[in-house]
């Protein structure tokens, strides 16, 4: 059974960082893809990042060069460093995995969500 928690999401002031993490209890989490989506009040969800099961990313244009997705296959945990956050940031964060290793399938695997808000 497929299992992904995440935590680390707050209120932060406009500018500011979270780090949000998410355990996963998938047997093949070292050749899965991962990603983060959000989704905030009345928008569809998007796809915030992505990384491979050989660590290459790939990001929304709208959190380059401020997010970073990481992954540590020791610990079974995704992690996302959310940096100079903007209140357009606000929404609920959630972890996905496929099995696809180069991310070229559907993420089915999903976890309830974290929520960020980011005050101005």
């Known amino acids: 059974q497929v299992q992904l928690v995440e935590s680390g999401g707050g209120s932060v002031q406009a500018g500011g960082s979270l780090r949000l993490s998410c355990a996963a209890s998938v047997a093949w989490y070292s050749s899965a893809c991962m990603g983060w989506f959000r989704q905030a009040p009345g928008a569809e969800r998007e796809r915030v990042a992505i990384?491979?099961?050989?660590?290459?990313?790939g990001y929304a244009d709208s959190v380059k060069g401020r997010f970073t997705i990481s992954r540590d296959n020791d610990k079974k945990t995704l992690y996302l460093q959310m940096n100079s956050l903007k209140p357009e940031d606000t929404a609920m964060y959630y972890c996905?995995?496929?099995?696809?290793?180069?991310?070229?399938?559907?993420?089915?695997?999903w976890g309830r969500g974290t929520q960020v808000t980011v005050s101005s």
């Open positions: 996905a995995a496929q099995g696809r290793s180069l991310c070229s399938g559907v993420f089915n695997y």
């Open positions: 990384i491979t099961s050989d660590r290459s990313t």
